[in-house]
Nanobody
Framework: QVQLVESGGGLVQPGGSLRLSCAVS??????????MGWYRQVPGKQRDLVAS???????VYADSVKGRFSISRDNVRKAVYLQMNSLKPEDTAVYYC?????????WGQGTQVTVSS
């Protein structure tokens, strides 16, 4: 079974940066066939897609993160990344990666991002 493993979260001050990573555990998973995305969720709210990237590296961003976040992928390493700059307190959430736009794989544990002074 495919497992998604997110990492790179932490506590950062407003205006700071973080780089999240997501690795796909199964070696024969056809990673490069899928659009991948980063999602985030705060307690009591639905999980929202914030960025997605096709196998050819075309990207789409939610308005709330446009110009601040950058998604990328490495099809050889089966990994997807999220560079987050100019972080705001409202970016605080658990971040997950999955296929986009519907998250068709089993969800990983996510990585907590907390933006606070």
């Amino acid at each position: 079974q495919v497992q998604l493993v997110e990492s790179g979260g932490g506590l950062v001050q407003p205006g700071g940066s973080l780089r999240l990573s997501c690795a796909v555990s199964k070696s024969n998973f056809g990673f490069d066939m899928y659009v991948m995305g980063w999602y985030r969720q705060v307690p009591g709210k639905q999980r929202d897609l914030v960025a997605s990237i096709t196998s050819g590296s075309a990207t789409v961003y939610a308005d709330s993160v446009k110009g601040r976040f950058s998604i990328s992928r490495d099809n050889v390493r089966k990994a997807v990344y999220l560079q987050m700059n100019s972080l705001k307190p409202e970016d605080t959430a658990v971040y997950y990666c999955n296929t986009a736009p519907r998250g068709g794989l089993p969800w990983g544990q996510g990585t907590q991002v907390t933006v606070s002074s």
